[in-house]
């Protein structure tokens, strides 16, 4: 599976963001997508992950409530919606793919494929 995240770029506080991640290689249904991001010194951390239909979603606490995961299965990419972002979501944000049937969600070794990465700032 091939991964190419963007959408990121720089933002004032309270601004709102769209990534998104094109997926080739594979039947797209049969792939679960995530997303992690990774701050400059911090550990990478797990923000969102949305199963093969689409009617599962996860989300890490520190998102809850402003980010939504969504998938397009006809359009083989997977979409990450930020509202309210403040200057703690300044990562570089990288999509995953698993193919995997087992393994938590949020755990970043399920994950086989990563994208690039695509940068969020966000200015206070």
């Known amino acids: 599976v091939q991964l190419q995240a963007s959408g990121g770029g720089l933002v004032q506080a309270g601004a709102s963001l769209r990534l998104s991640c094109a997926a080739s290689?594979?039947?797209?249904?049969?792939?679960?997508f995530g997303w992690f991001r990774q701050a400059p010194g911090k550990e990478r951390e797990f923000v969102s992950a949305?199963?093969?239909?689409?009617?599962?979603?996860y989300y890490g606490d520190s998102v809850k409530g402003r980010f939504t995961i969504s998938r397009d299965n006809a359009k083989n990419t997977v979409y990450l919606q930020m509202n309210s972002l403040n200057v703690e979501d300044t990562a570089v944000y990288y999509c995953?793919?698993?193919?995997?049937?087992?393994?938590?969600?949020?755990?970043?070794?399920?994950?086989?494929?990563w994208g690039q990465g695509t940068q969020v700032t966000v200015s206070s």
């Open positions: 949305i199963s093969r239909s689409g009617g599962s979603t």
């Open positions: 995953a793919a698993s193919t995997y049937n087992s393994g938590s969600y949020n755990y970043d070794g399920r994950y086989r494929y």
């Open positions: 290689g594979r039947a797209f249904v049969s792939v679960v």
